[in-house]
């Protein structure tokens, strides 16, 4: 006598799974709030919101009345943003090597180019977030500022709004770009404010190197931003000096994040 086994159901007839890919939304929602989860990002950005307020009222307590306007109040309050808000760019990158995130979120998200996109996406806004919120902290200051009896214009070129936006952008870009090269903080860190220092130093001490530093000094091409009515002859020198400090560095390292292998 024979028997029979029965018959297991064929893994084609088994109900399959489809797991659609996290939205880029999200993903730039979370990627927004690692910005603030660790210490020292949150503490940047608490340095960088007190040190805004402190440009305020310092042209509110030594600046000449007539130097007390809603774009010296504007343009100055950039600087502490334009300096630190990198440094939070570096970190959203080389945090996710060093605090050992990586592999938690290249296994939730495997597809690392999506999470590089929405760290750059993170980037962008916050770089947006804090020159709207200088600008509202200038609008403030300045009232104050008439009400104490000075100046207090508010006039300001149009020009110099967008462009100070994208300003606030290339050097966040920037940070991203050189986290994502180097993928270690502390000499992203420093290559990023130490190379382009030396590269000025170089370029207005040795006469052989002016023509190219005019082309390649992205310290000396991002000063036309804060001018209006640039020329076309300095948004071309801008563009050379961006896809050398910032885009050749950024498609670099986000191969190297692509092929890094994650322990």
Known sequence: MTTTAPVSARPAEL?????????????????LRKLADTRAGMWLLIVIGVATAATSAI??????ESEQTFGAMYGFGLLPSAILLPVLGILSVTSEWSQRTALGTFTLVPA??????????????????????????????NLLAIGLGADGTWSMDSSLVW????????????????????????????????????????GE???????????????????????????????????????????????????RVLRREVS
């Open 205 to 255: 001490t040795i006469t052989g190197l002016r023509d190219v530093a005019a082309w390649l000094d992205l310290n000396v091409t991002s000063q036309a931003l804060g001018q209006p009515d640039m020329t076309s002859g300095e948004w071309a020198r801008l563009g050379v000096s961006v896809g050398v400090w910032v885009v050749l560095p950024l498609l670099v390292g986000t191969v």
């Open 59 to 64: 042209l509110l307590g030594w600046a000449s």
């Open 112 to 141: 690392r180019g999506r999470v590089m996109v929405a760290k750059i996406a993170a980037a962008t806004l916050i770089a947006i977030a804090a020159t709207a919120a200088t600008a509202l902290w200038a609008a403030a200051a």
């Open 15 to 31: 109900p399959a799974v489809v797991r659609d890919p996290v939205p880029l939304t999200r993903l730039t929602v979370v990627e």
């Open 163 to 202: 462009q100070s936006v994208l300003s606030q952008l290339i050097f966040v870009l920037m940070g991203v770009a050189f986290g994502a090269l180097l993928l270690n903080t502390p000499l992203a860190i420093v290559i990023f404010f130490a190379l382009p220092t030396v590269w000025t130093i170089l």
